[in-house]
């Protein structure tokens, strides 16, 4: 059954039943054309007797009124009816003219007519002879004679025209007889025509409908199919230039993934050359290829790249020739390109991490080991017998082996070590000493863990070669014990700085202001000069006490740090050096400043030196001016070489235009009791810069100067943001 349904809804079976019904159709038309024509043949011969059988009566007639006219003009003795024989004449040879054309294809009829032009002839002939009878001298004596001879001619012609007629009958009769039956045969067999046609074509409307329903089910299926996939579906249709030759194509069917990928909507590219829609194509002559693939019939794929808005994708592209056009799937595979990609650089990664973990056990002195405990085997890396001052693989390790190369005064805490790690199996750090194969001692440092392997346990571990470090480390502990000493020194000079040394000063300095009170007018001159520089001295000696204390007090370390606002340290500068500033008529110029990560009363430190420096170093030609700004900079615009933790800084720059210095001498200014000017011209003791230095660097920043002789300086500062 499903053999002759299948049959039964083939397309084949449909062409041949298509092409039967037409045949059918072809046949029945040919027959009931042919009926119609046969019809259209019975009714001219109908109509065509019908219309001899009029004229030969009209004929006749003719006749019998010329004659009559004829008679009455000799009976009469009138002229007057010559005009109407002549016109009977002429109307006669008309009719009997129509006669002959109507039985030319008749040989009966046309013999007949042929008989009754002569009679006609002879008739004439003896009516016109009788009517020149009519005159009176001639009238009765001959006129009989043709009155007799046109009556015979008459009685002929009646003949003639009795058998024409009989004739003219059995046609029409024979006509009639065809005429009917086929008007009443074609009707039915127009009708059942008809009827069979509605039949074919009733059955052929449900058939392609049926099909026409299957058709769009199968189409929408497939748009929908089309439209889910996750490719790129198009249809193009060939270009061709004015020689015919195909030199782009147009599209004519796109999918909705054009626009998920491309960002091109379909309904907006259909109609467009591809070689405007996709310019991608003109490279790599890949718009050749397709023409070439749609001339050859072929199928051909390649890979190819798109970048969409700056993002790239890669598509495996399919184009085959089918029906007059192309039709083009792009698979995209960007997913797995960029997998490949990424496996290619992990891969590459991998191989360079290895190649530098190679690197970096030689260069770090590390070597691994495997340790099988129950066979007593081990395996272990190049690099650990290279540690050994050993070829790879020159001996076989295991527990005996290797343990002769450890250092005779390490063996039993070696044992130890082995017995406990063997007991517990939990990984810790030992570190002992070896004898290389040279002679040469090296303190190595081992750890180790067991692990799974094949249903039993082994070792595993590292081993690193720490010679240099536990060196490195004992000259730590010495360096360490040395700057503890020296901070305990340290400490002690800053309790004799803040009270041995400022207690003489301090009592100095009492009795020189007594002396200037009770006894300074009873010097003299020189006396007087004397006493002013002893005070001099003095005040200079409490400053720099004062400085080296405050020196020594930054901590290498910032200690309680929070976030100060450079604009208020500015400010309290200002507060603090307004006297100053008025002095001298100086302006300070202060741009939006940062805020900071820092201790407030240092900065302040920090910035009130560097005023303090401005107006003492100032150009007495011109009004002292100090600017103060600020910018965000990163780590890599900084051209001077710091350890730098931070990304970004903060770079303040504190200009003047006073009298400025050596630029070679930019380094050494910040370090302690350095001064570039003599000191009965400029007062201090050049510990300021050194202490602004040491501030910048507690804060993790740093601070260098730039200046020129006679065009002022600027000291410019790093802070980390």
Not at 285 to 307: A, H, K, P, S, W
């Amino acid at each position: 059954m499903k053999i002759f349904r299948r049959i039964a809804n083939s397309p084949v079976l449909d062409k041949i039943a298509l092409a039967i019904v037409i045949v059918l159709l072809l046949f029945i038309t040919t027959v009931l054309f042919g009926q119609i024509k046969t019809l259209e043949v019975s009714a001219e011969e109908v109509s065509n007797s019908l219309m001899i059988d009029k004229e030969i009566n009209t004929l006749f007639s003719q006749y019998d009124l010329m004659e009559s006219a004829e008679f009455r003009s000799v009976i009469l003795k009138d002229s007057t009816f010559e005009e109407s024989y002549i016109d009977r004449k002429l109307e006669s040879d008309q009719t009997l003219k129509k006669l002959h054309g109507l039985v030319k294809d008749m040989p009966h009829q046309s013999a007949k007519l042929d008989t009754i032009t002569q009679l006609k002839d002879s008739l004439h002939i003896t009516l016109t002879a009788l009517h020149g009878k009519i005159r009176p001298s001639q009238a009765d004596s001959t006129a009989m004679i043709y009155v007799e001879k046109a009556a015979a001619l008459l009685k002929s012609l009646r003949g003639i025209k009795a058998n024409m007629l009989q004739h003219n009958d059995e046609i029409l009769r024979q006509s009639l007889g065809t005429y009917r039956g086929l008007t009443f045969l074609t009707p039915l067999t127009t009708l059942i025509l008809a009827l069979f046609s509605i039949l074919v074509f009733t059955v052929a409307y449900f058939r392609l409908r049926r099909h026409k329903d299957q058709i769009q089910s199968s189409e929408a299926l497939l748009q929908n199919i089309v439209q889910s996939t996750d490719n790129i579906m198009n249809y193009y249709e060939p270009i061709r230039d004015s020689n015919d030759t195909v030199v782009d194509f147009r599209i004519a069917f796109a999918n909705i993934c054009n626009r998920d990928y491309l960002n091109l909507e379909p309904e907006e590219i259909v109609g467009r050359p591809i070689s405007e829609v996709y310019p991608f194509v003109l490279k790599n002559n890949e718009l050749g290829r397709m023409i070439d693939c749609y001339r050859n019939d072929d199928t051909i794929d390649f890979e190819r790249q798109v970048t969409v808005e700056g993002e790239a994708f890669w598509f495996h592209t399919f184009v085959r020739a089918m029906d007059n056009g192309l039709l083009e799937v792009m698979r995209n595979k960007t997913d797995e390109y960029n997998a490949k990609q990424d496996l290619m650089k992990v891969n590459e990664q991998l191989e360079v991490q290895n190649s530098i973990m190679s690197e970096a056990k030689k260069m770090a002195k590390i070597g691994s080991y495997t340790w099988d405990m129950e066979k007593d085997t081990a395996t272990i890396s190049d690099n650990f017998y290279n540690i050994l001052d050993c070829e790879p693989g020159e001996f076989e390790p295991s527990f005996k082996t290797y343990r002769n190369y450890v250092h005779p005064d390490d063996i039993e805490q070696y044992d130890a070590y082995g017995k406990w790690f063997q007991k517990t199996q939990k990984p810790r750090e030992h570190t002992y000493r070896v004898i290389t194969k040279k002679g040469n001692i090296k303190f190595l440092r081992t750890k180790g863990q067991f692990v799974e392997r094949e249903g039993k346990k082994v070792m595993i571990g590292v081993v690193q070669d720490v010679t240099v470090q536990i060196s490195y480390e004992n000259d730590l502990k010495i360096k360490n014990r040395e700057l503890e000493r020296s901070n305990e020194e340290l400490e002690s000079f800053n309790r004799v700085a803040s009270h041995d040394l400022q207690e003489p000063l301090r009592k100095i300095q009492m009795f020189i202001s007594r002396f200037e009170e009770k006894e300074k007018d009873t010097l003299s001159e020189k006396g007087t000069e004397y006493f002013d520089k002893i005070t001099e001295v003095a005040a200079r000696m409490q400053s720099l006490i004062r400085n080296l204390l405050a020196y020594s007090r930054i901590g290498s370390k910032v200690k309680e740090v929070e976030n100060t606002d450079l604009n208020e340290v500015l400010q309290k500068v200002q507060e603090d050096y307004a006297e100053r500033i008025k002095e001298v008529g100086a302006t300070i110029s202060i741009k939006k400043l940062p805020e900071v990560q820092g201790v407030f009363f240092q900065l302040e430190q920090l910035f009130g030196n560097l005023v303090s420096n401005a107006l003492k170093y100032r150009n007495p030609k011109i009004t002292p001016k100090v600017e103060v700004k600020s910018e965000k900079v990163p780590y890599k615009e900084i051209p001077t070489k710091f350890i730098k933790p931070a990304k970004e800084y903060y770079k303040i720059t504190v200009s003047d235009n006073g009298i400025g210095f050596d630029g070679n001498n930019a380094n050494t200014i910040f370090e302690v009791f350095q001064r570039l000017h003599a000191k009965n011209k400029y007062s201090g003791n050049g510990i300021g810069l050194a202490i602004c230095k040491k501030i910048v660097e507690n804060h993790q920043g740093f601070i260098h100067a730039t200046s020129e002789l006679g065009k002022g300086s600027s000291f410019i500062i790093y802070l980390p943001v």
